[in-house]
């Protein structure tokens, strides 16, 4: 069964980096596109962006350049979201999903709590 | 991009039939039908319900459907069980190649 995996909880201090792995299982990765998303204490949900998992270009909401990196590793099913600089503000939950087309998301990660705090 | 407008809350009894909106603009839900909405529980992920507008990925209850009118989307779920409490979000696609997500909706069933 299509299964996506992430890493555990992270406590980090504000301006540290961190690196969230979703990895993949039950399909062939490269099928399908990866997007992330984030959901800070009590709030919505806000869409980081997605990678093709194909060709591994990656493509960014506004208000996630520079600071947020999408990559993957297809050797191991595996998507990364790594974010550097945090700040307090980062604190959220971070979700990667299956899209499984015309940006419809049908299947998530368990979510990577991010706690940014000094 | 600013998120899609969704109403904070609606709430129903049993057995009713509630409407959630979702309004967006020309840019993304008045350009594709590619509309999804989803629900999520307290401490869980979301759950797609609809995609592409109207349609529902398997297993998901033929109580839950879609609709769209011009810039505004649409989620109706009926006969309203105490299960289905929860926060909806709509999502779409939109001209810059990106998603958009709505505001969000806590349905209360009475």
């Known amino acids: 069964q299509v299964q996506l995996v992430q890493s555990g909880s992270e406590l980090k201090k504000p301006g540290a980096s961190v690196k969230v792995s979703c990895k993949a299982s039950g399909y062939t990765f490269t099928t399908y596109a990866i997007n992330w998303v984030r959901q800070a204490p009590g709030q919505g949900l806000e869409w980081i962006g997605w990678?093709?998992?194909?060709?591994?270009?990656?493509t960014y909401a506004p208000g996630f350049t520079g600071r947020f990196v999408l990559s993957l590793d297809t050797s191991v099913s595996t998507a990364y979201l790594q974010i550097s600089s945090l700040e307090t503000e980062d604190t959220a939950v971070y979700s990667c999903a299956r899209d499984q087309s015309r940006k419809a998301l049908d299947y998530w990660g368990q979510g990577t709590l991010v706690t940014v705090s000094s | 991009q600013s998120a899609l407008t969704q109403p904070a809350s609606v709430s129903g009894s049993p057995g009713q039939s509630i409407a959630i909106s979702c309004t967006g603009t020309?840019?993304?839900?008045?350009?594709?039908?590619?509309v999804s909405w989803y629900q999520q529980h307290p401490g869980k992920a979301p759950k797609l319900m609809i995609y592409?507008?109207?349609n529902r990925p398997s297993g998901v209850s033929n109580r839950f459907s879609g609709s769209k009118s011009g810039n505004r989307a649409s989620l109706t779920i009926s006969g309203l069980q105490a299960e289905d409490e929860a926060d909806y979000y709509c999502s779409s696609f939109t001209t810059n190649t990106t998603l958009v997500f709505g505001t969000g909706t806590r349905v209360t069933v009475l």
């Open positions: 020309s840019s993304d839900i008045g350009s594709y039908n590619y």
């Open positions: 990678i093709n998992t194909h060709t591994g270009i990656p």
């Open positions: 592409d507008v109207t």
